[in-house]
């Protein structure tokens, strides 16, 4: 399935393994990386909306009241966003793969410098300007937090629309093991400046084949329009290219 709009980070995390392409390269254990430090205040929570990619939860980012610090950071930054990619079946959908398998969703915390930028669109410009955390979504128990988000999405099913979200902790979303890699890497969707700091959890979260199959019920379209089911919203394929990637664990 071509759309214009799939997008998917290549990232192997081999162990031991590599490919007759070269491709792929062990990612280097850096004892200096020291543990995230994750502190989100829920009453930050603004809104949850269909933008016709994906749905997305926005935080009040106008003071550093959600933010994370650590792991590899040289600051602080501010929570903007979280929102996920999925695919149309289980086989697939995370943007970046471990020891080259997918998980069928991935989550996205978007986070940016404050400290070091006015704006979230300047951070957006910078090569130390935003932090996304990245957390696997693999196929298993129900999860609790999820489905207050999973209760909101038939309220925006059409691109555009957007309720209220007045409460939200999204360290319910993040597993409890520190471990993580890390690369500097890109937006996965236009402008897809390389501007992002990627921490991409290890353990994955458990969720139930219900709250997958809620994402699916998303549309890209707008209401009136023909329907276009939201699915495979992923960037292709990516290499590695000459980049490192360090894993705060051995
Ligand atoms: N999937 S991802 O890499 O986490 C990602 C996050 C934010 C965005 N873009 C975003 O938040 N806003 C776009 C506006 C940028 C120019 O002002 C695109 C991709
Ligand atoms: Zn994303």
Redesign the pocket.
């Known amino acids: 399935m071509t759309n214009s709009h799939l997008?998917n980070?290549y990232f192997p995390i081999p162990k031991p393994a590599y490919n007759s392409r070269g491709q792929w390269r062990d990612s280097v254990y850096d004892p200096v990386l020291k543990p995230l430090k994750i502190s989100y205040d829920p009453t930050t929570c603004l809104h949850i909306w269909n933008n016709g990619y994906?749905f997305l939860v926005e935080f009040d980012d106008s003071a550093d009241r959600s933010i994370i610090v650590g792991g590899p950071l040289e600051n602080q930054y501010r929570l903007?966003?979280f929102?996920f990619?999925w695919g149309a079946i289980n086989e697939w959908g995370s943007?970046h793969t471990v020891d080259c398998k997918f998980y069928p969703a991935e989550l996205?915390l978007?986070h940016w410098n404050a400290v070091a930028y006015p704006t979230?669109?300047e951070a957006?410009?910078e090569g130390d300007g935003?932090a996304?955390i990245g957390v696997f979504l693999k196929l298993g128990a129900h999860h609790e937090g999820l489905q207050t988000l999973v209760d909101a999405l038939p309220a925006i099913k059409h691109k555009d629309t957007v309720i209220e979200f007045d409460v939200f902790d999204p360290s319910c979303l993040i597993p409890q093991c520190p471990d993580y890699w890390t690369y500097a890497g890109?937006?996965?969707?236009?402008?897809l400046?390389e501007s992002?700091t990627w921490i991409i959890k290890k353990q994955p979260i458990e969720v139930d084949e219900n709250q997958l199959e809620a994402f699916r019920m998303l549309l890209f379209t707008s209401d009136g329009e023909e329907e276009k089911r939201m699915v495979d919203n992923f960037?292709p394929l990516q290499p590695l290219m000459n980049r490192t990637v360090r894993s705060s664990f051995q």
């Not at 890109?186 to 402008?191: A, F, I, K, M």
Request: glycine share 0%; aromatic share 8%; no cysteine.
């Open positions: 997008w980070q994906s903007k966003q929102h990619h943007e996205h978007v979230f669109e957006v410009m935003l996304v890109s937006l996965t969707t236009p402008p400046t992002v960037r």
